[in-house]
């Protein structure tokens, strides 16, 4: 079982800036992928970046170059940047955890970002 507890959301101006985490606990396998998920309101919850435990990075085409993602492994917590933020920025972050040695994955409660123009 692993526990995934998220921080950082809350309401931004477009432009500005916001800083995610996500702590995990409990059965954490060294062989993972840890990533952040949106859902706006009537959307489906889409892909907005992953990060292996071997660093490799992928961003959804939509925030490439605005939002970077980062882990720190001793504390088993992975960062969500999000700079110059865009009002379709708005949405429940959620944070997955997953690895190859369990056929589960994870997902935090969601923190809200709302972005007003």
């Known amino acids: 079982q692993v526990r995934l507890v998220e921080s950082g959301g809350g309401l931004v101006q477009a432009g500005g800036s916001l800083r995610l985490s996500c702590t995990a606990s409990?059965?954490?396998?060294?062989?993972?992928?840890m990533g952040w998920y949106r859902q706006a309101p009537g959307k489906q919850r889409e892909l907005v970046a992953t990060?292996?435990?071997?660093?490799?990075?992928n961003y959804a085409d939509s925030v490439k170059g605005r939002f970077t993602i980062s882990r720190d492994y001793a504390k088993n917590t992975v960062y969500l940047q999000l700079n110059t933020l865009k009002p379709e920025d708005t949405a429940v972050y959620y944070c997955r955890y997953s690895s190859t040695n369990s056929p589960l994955a994870y997902w935090g409660q969601g923190t809200q970002v709302t972005v007003s123009s």
């Open positions: 990060i292996t435990s071997g660093g490799s990075t």
């Open positions: 409990g059965r954490i396998f060294s062989i993972n992928a």
